[in-house]
């Protein structure tokens, strides 16, 4: 049984959060879904690596004699995304504060404007759009 052979030897190097993912998605690969999959797994020295897996069953007639596939060690592209995910946020909350400052600025002219054409002078800012 699929969940036998995982529960056996591959769920113990698996993450435990990933365990459920991988019983899953094993199911999938014995029924001949090929798809690569990403989940977390545990090194010899208790190390997390990302690994991207992709795997098909192998086939005697109708009968699934076992599994080929390919195991990439990903971590360091987990790394990189993670990394770039936090400078995107960093720089949409930059945009965000320095986008509104200006819009702040945009009103605060408009009413100095507004004022100086109530004291009967010239706009002191020209403001576009």
Same mark, same amino acid.
């Given at each position: 049984? =699929?969940?036998?052979?995982?529960?056996?030897?591959?769920?113990?190097?698996?993450? =435990? *959060?990933?365990?459920?993912?991988? @019983?899953? %998605?094993?199911?999938?690969?014995?029924? +001949?879904?090929?798809? =690569? $999959?990403?989940? $977390?797994?545990?090194?010899?020295?208790?190390?997390?690596?990302?690994?991207? /897996?992709?795997?098909? %069953?192998?086939?005697? +007639?109708?009968?699934?004699?076992?599994?080929?596939?390919?195991? /990439?060690?990903? /971590?360091?592209?987990? %790394?990189? *995304? @993670?990394?770039? #995910?936090?400078?995107?946020?960093?720089? *949409? @909350?930059?945009?965000?504060?320095?986008?509104? $400052?200006?819009? /702040? #600025?945009?009103?605060?002219?408009?009413?100095?404007? %507004?004022?100086?054409?109530?004291? +009967?002078?010239?706009?002191?800012?020209?403001?576009?759009?």
């Amino acid at each position: 049984m =699929p969940n036998e052979i995982i529960g056996m030897h591959f769920s113990d190097l698996v993450v =435990p *959060e990933d365990v459920e993912l991988i @019983r899953q %998605a094993f199911g999938k690969i014995l029924n +001949g879904e090929v798809k =690569p $999959r990403e989940y $977390r797994m545990k090194s010899k020295s208790g190390e997390v690596r990302w690994v991207r /897996t992709s795997s098909h %069953a192998v086939k005697a +007639g109708e009968h699934v004699v076992g599994l080929q596939g390919m195991l /990439t060690d990903i /971590t360091d592209r987990k %790394a990189a *995304e @993670r990394s770039l #995910m936090q400078k995107m946020e960093e720089l *949409e @909350r930059f945009n965000d504060l320095t986008i509104g $400052r200006e819009f /702040t #600025m945009i009103e605060l002219k408009k009413e100095v404007n %507004a004022l100086l054409k109530k004291l +009967g002078e010239a706009d002191k800012y020209k403001i576009v759009g």
